[in-house]
């Protein structure tokens, strides 16, 4: 859990977007492509000025249709709709004189928020502070949306936005894939198994993840041994993992990827980094993207 949460977090301050060239036809899905799901249920929240300092939690409050709210956010929070909320962390620690500064009633928090002292200062100000459960499966949203609404006193936005997640479910196919996290110029190579956040995504759209079903760890070390015994139809990575590796031809230059069926038709989808696994609103807009960005990737 506490790797999985290491890696999501370094794929937030990583992102940037990689544009396919002639050579290379990547199937790619930019984090502008995605729209915010945004819910217009006419209520109106029991707190004025909110502060989301946990992860996602101020996507959260913008898809809830309240925006127009937020005082403040956390530094990974970087959609465009976000840009004009001050930021209250800096090198990810939270800024208590910032937050004092904007005058909150509520603020979320998650277990990554930190340090403590800022988080005491806060609740000594006697500001509402609502613990927000972190996300790492599809499952897991409709806890952390559920607790925003609820804090928010806005239960029909809440149903509304929680239902979209039921929503989301494909046929399962034979189409098998594999989820590989590459960081090149960290060395850092890795198959996801069970637990690695892809599965869910993967599950949920109908395919096989061969990681999940045959490794055991939610990240494991990639070796062309278990590439070539996988034989994986699809490959799926973060776009700037793929750039990290030399894009599609460096990819494919990785010992075992040029023995698999992905590597041989060059089937590679590659989703925003601070998209793929950042389970929130946006989350089911993408993973119907990434179902159809699949299915024709296995075709080529």
Same mark, same amino acid.
């Given at each position: 859990?506490?790797?999985?949460a290491?890696?999501?977090?370094?794929?937030?301050?990583?992102?940037?977007?990689?544009?396919?060239t002639?050579? +290379?036809?990547?199937? !790619? @899905?930019?984090a502008?492509?995605?729209?915010?799901?945004?819910?217009?249920?006419g209520?109106?929240p029991a707190?004025?000025? @909110?502060?989301?300092?946990?992860n996602g939690s +101020?996507?959260?409050? +913008?898809?809830?249709?309240?925006?127009?709210?937020?005082v403040?956010?956390?530094?990974?929070?970087?959609?465009?709709?976000?840009?004009?909320?001050?930021? !209250?962390? &800096?090198?990810?620690?939270? &800024?208590?004189?910032?937050?004092? =500064?904007?005058?909150?009633?509520i603020?979320?928090?998650? =277990?990554?928020?930190?340090?403590? &002292?800022a988080?005491?200062?806060?609740r000594s100000?006697?500001?509402?502070?609502?613990?927000?459960? &972190?996300?790492?499966?599809?499952a *897991?949203?409709?806890?952390?949306?559920?607790?925003i609404?609820?804090?928010?006193?806005?239960?029909?936005?809440?149903?509304?936005?929680?239902?979209?997640?039921?929503?989301?479910h494909?046929?399962?196919?034979?189409?098998?894939?594999?989820?590989?996290?590459?960081?090149?110029?960290?060395?850092?190579?890795?198959?996801?198994?069970?637990?690695?956040?892809? !599965?869910?995504?993967?599950?949920? *759209?109908?395919?096989? *993840?061969?990681?999940?079903t045959?490794?055991?760890?939610?990240?494991?070390?990639?070796?062309?041994?278990?590439l070539?015994?996988?034989?994986?139809?699809?490959?799926?990575l973060?776009?700037?993992?793929?750039?990290?590796?030399?894009?599609?031809?460096?990819?494919?230059?990785?010992?075992?990827?040029?023995?698999?069926?992905a590597?041989?038709?060059k089937?590679?989808?590659?989703?925003?980094?601070?998209?793929?696994? =950042?389970?929130?609103?946006?989350t089911?807009?993408?993973?119907?993207?990434?179902?159809?960005?699949?299915?024709?990737?296995?075709?080529?």
């Amino acid at each position: 859990m506490r790797l999985r949460a290491i890696l999501i977090s370094s794929t937030v301050a990583l992102s940037s977007l990689f544009l396919p060239t002639a050579q +290379a036809a990547v199937s !790619d @899905i930019t984090a502008s492509q995605i729209s915010l799901p945004i819910i217009n249920s006419g209520e109106i929240p029991a707190y004025k000025r @909110i502060v989301a300092l946990a992860n996602g939690s +101020a996507e959260i409050v +913008a898809a809830l249709g309240y925006r127009k709210y937020l005082v403040g956010r956390d530094i990974a929070s970087t959609m465009p709709e976000l840009k004009s909320i001050p930021i !209250d962390e &800096s090198a990810m620690q939270v &800024s208590a004189e910032a937050v004092l =500064s904007q005058h909150p009633d509520i603020v979320f928090i998650d =277990s990554n928020t930190t340090p403590a &002292s800022a988080l005491n200062t806060l609740r000594s100000a006697k500001i509402r502070m609502v613990l927000v459960p &972190s996300a790492f499966t599809l499952a *897991d949203i409709q806890a952390k949306e559920s607790v925003i609404s609820q804090a928010l006193h806005v239960p029909k936005a809440g149903k509304a936005l929680i239902a979209q997640v039921s929503l989301l479910h494909f046929p399962k196919q034979s189409i098998k894939v594999a989820f590989l996290y590459m960081r090149g110029t960290a060395s850092i190579y890795l198959i996801g198994g069970p637990g690695s956040g892809a !599965d869910s995504l993967l599950k949920a *759209d109908g395919f096989i *993840d061969v990681g999940a079903t045959n490794l055991k760890n939610p990240f494991n070390a990639l070796t062309a041994e278990e590439l070539i015994k996988l034989q994986p139809d699809v490959l799926l990575l973060m776009t700037k993992g793929l750039e990290s590796v030399g894009g599609i031809s460096g990819l494919v230059a990785f010992p075992g990827i040029a023995q698999t069926p992905a590597g041989i038709h060059k089937r590679v989808v590659t989703v925003d980094d601070s998209l793929l696994l =950042s389970f929130g609103p946006r989350t089911i807009p993408m993973a119907k993207q990434l179902h159809q960005l699949i299915v024709t990737a296995s075709k080529r």
